[in-house]
């Protein structure tokens, strides 16, 4: 019976010799030394996924002026962000788009520019444009601050994505007769594709299904930097049907998490655009699971055989919350590149990057080999 502690692992990290694989290298491990042999002899599995995180944002303190300044509308590069918690701090939504963009009276929209992108410039270095507007008060009389900053010209910068890492999702579908812009991307006419948004068999919450390791002040790589589980996420519901292996077959937990802007990176922080829905932030995040026992070690080894995914229609189904789903799917027949479904084949493509997310478990594999990054035991764990 393999048992191993945090410390102990640890302890093999800082002298070198903790044996890490990712999550795509412990499946064949498994097949050829089985559960037992592999848990004895892997210290860490590391996840990762690069995809669409609509819920995301950071935290600023912009700074004080003078003379000083109650903001109470804040505007970068002309995306609004909330100011409706100090004087100077003010929370920038990835979603959030500026007031002047159309969005879709003229259908579809481009949304070009939004939060997403906002954010983008900032961890590339970029001046963005700072316009602050105020009341006055005897404390803070200034009315107006308009001028160019950077994220170094900031005191405090944390990305806080309060949804990210979604633990299953659905492979979305159009059963209409018209061309459909949603935030799963185009949706041609009559069944003419499937989108989908995972990192399937890499995908953090896939190798943890029950949340064993994961939870608030877990350590992980977050957009190019280290950042850290703070809460579960927002429509966290992990009371979703399961698979005799565990993992949900529909959407299902999601965290909250957090991490100094200052240290991350364009590569892993990319602000997006969907024609006719609007603009986002493609997020790269990657969690280490700590092979505890064997039954951790048998979640880390799932492949994309095992996991399903529900298959729901974007025209009806989704809009109007009718809760159907059309029918289920692995993600190995989701990467194939076509599925089958009312006895029809359909082209598949996915939003999220299967390329990104395993360039992000082997970074994450590097840092812990080289003794960069080591274990945190949750304090608090996800319920369940």
Known sequence: ?????????????????????TAEEVIPMVRERGIEETAAAVDVVTTGTFGPMCSSGAFFCLGHSKPRMKMNRVFLNGVEAYAGIAAVDAYLGASQIPETDPANKSYPGEFNYGGGHVLEDLVSGREVLLEAFAYGTDCYP??????MISLEDMPYAVLYNPRNAYQNYNVAVNLSERTLYTYMGILKPNLGNANYSTADQL??????????????????????GVGYV??????????????ENGVPTAPSGTLTVIGELKQMSPRWLRGISYLGYGASLMVGLGIPIPILDEEMLKFTAVSDADIFAPIVDYSE????????VLGKVSYAELKSGEITLNGRAVPTAPLSSYPGARKIARQLKEWIQEGQFTLTEPVFTIPT
């Open 230 to 243: 703070c809460w579960h996420g927002t429509q966290h519901a992990p009371g979703a049907p399961r698979g």
């Open 142 to 147: 200034r009315h107006k601050l308009e001028k």
């Open 317 to 324: 189904g989704y809009p109007q919350a009718t809760g159907e």
């Open 203 to 224: 995908s953090p919450l896939f190798n943890d299904p029950y949340y064993r390791t994961i939870g608030m002040g877990t350590k992980i790589f977050l957009g190019g």
């Open 1 to 21: 019976m393999v048992k191993k502690t945090y410390a102990e692992i640890n302890a093999r990290i800082r002298a070198g010799e903790a044996v890490v694989v």
